[in-house]
């Protein structure tokens, strides 16, 4: 092992409070597309266009069909080995072996995928894990805030009811749009217009329906626990996000503000790079399971 993989490993041994953040890079080995490097999605798309309210009250279709898109691929995926490593964080018993001192562990992901969560339930539901969770410890509590929403969740624009729907399509007149498309790209800028009365509907009062995601100007989810978190945080792992979008973007450094270690798992160097304590730069799916086997 590398002098910085067994620094880094010393330092995340004597944690207490230990949090991930996490972004598209997590899922990229999932075949999730990202959003701004090589092959992300805002490459070709234009962000305002699809992920504001103002975008979605312009063209509901247009947003409805590129959402639709990619729910479709993300019922398709499955979690990658990062996601693995993670899940096994939340298991107090797997936990206290790396970090024998660690007291609470968070993953504050921006990703919508769910696949952070399908990661620990398949874990929690192996018969190995169970016999080891049914020792003395269980899961760490609501170990995982998703704090961009979830892309399964539909939600109503005038009640506020709000529940997660994995039917695909959701509607059939997505299901129709869809047979043009060959990609994101096709989703997100074909316009084929769908009336807003075949559009997804709130279960709960025949409102118009929208994806139950956090887009540009609107208020994250789980903030005043997130920021708990943080303010208690003396270990943060920042895993596959290019740290550009707030409020996730300013967790790290206030982690080390008050004297907390960062640690950055990237393909690519950031600027910030040079303010963290660790930087290992490569794909998260191997460079995890190298550190945590
Ligand atoms: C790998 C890898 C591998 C690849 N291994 N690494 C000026 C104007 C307007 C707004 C603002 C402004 N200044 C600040 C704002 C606020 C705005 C913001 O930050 N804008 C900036 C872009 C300028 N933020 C907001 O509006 C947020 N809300 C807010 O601040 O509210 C405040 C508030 C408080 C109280 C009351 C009311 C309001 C909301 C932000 C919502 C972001 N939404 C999206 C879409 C979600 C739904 C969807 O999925 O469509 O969230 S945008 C998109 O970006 C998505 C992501 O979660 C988010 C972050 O992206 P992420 O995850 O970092 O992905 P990438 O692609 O950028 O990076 C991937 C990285 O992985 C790269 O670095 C790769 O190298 C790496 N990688 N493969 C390891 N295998
Ligand atoms: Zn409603």
Redesign the pocket.
């Known amino acids: 092992m590398s002098d910085a993989a067994d620094a880094f490993r010393d330092a995340f041994q004597n944690s207490k409070h230990i949090v991930v953040i996490?972004?598209?890079?997590?899922s990229?080995?999932s075949g999730i597309p990202?959003?701004?490097?090589?092959g992300?999605?805002?490459r070709s798309l234009e962000?305002t266009a699809?992920?504001t309210p103002e975008a979605f009250n312009k063209n509901p279709s247009l947003v409805w069909q590129?959402?639709h898109y990619?729910r479709t691929k993300a019922l398709e995926a499955k979690p990658n080995a990062?996601h693995d490593v993670i899940a096994k964080m939340s298991v107090p018993t797997y936990l206290r072996k790396v970090a024998p001192a660690a007291q609470s562990f968070h993953l504050v992901t921006?990703?919508?995928?769910r696949l952070s969560v399908s990661a620990l339930n398949a874990l929690l539901a192996r018969p190995d894990s169970q016999a080891e969770l049914a020792t003395k410890h269980t899961v760490f509590r609501d170990s995982i805030l998703e704090?961009?929403?979830r892309?399964y969740d539909v939600k109503c624009t005038a009640c506020g009811f709000c529940e997660e729907d994995r039917t695909d399509p959701l509607c059939p007149a997505l299901g129709a749009a869809d047979a043009s498309f060959n990609n994101y790209h096709d989703a997100g800028s074909k316009d084929v217009h769908i009336p807003e009365n075949d559009l997804p509907r709130c279960a709960a009062c025949g409102a118009l329906a929208r994806?139950g995601?956090?887009?540009?100007?609107?208020?994250?989810y789980h903030?005043d626990e997130i920021n708990s978190i943080v303010y208690k945080a003396d270990m943060c792992l920042v895993?596959?996000?290019?740290?550009?979008?707030?409020?996730?973007?300013t967790y790290a450094y206030r982690v080390q503000r008050h004297g907390g270690k960062v640690a950055v798992?990237?393909?690519?160097p950031?600027e910030k790079d040079e303010q963290a304590d660790f930087v290992f730069s490569?794909?998260?799916?191997t460079?995890l399971p190298s550190l945590f086997p």
């Open positions: 996490a972004g598209a890079g997590l990229a080995a990202t959003f701004r490097d090589g992300g999605m805002w962000a699809l992920a590129f959402y990619r990062a921006q990703n919508v995928d704090m961009h929403g892309i994806p995601v956090v887009w540009f100007g609107e208020k994250p903030l895993i596959g996000t290019s740290s550009t979008v707030r409020p996730a973007s798992f990237n393909l690519a950031s490569g794909p998260c799916e460079i």
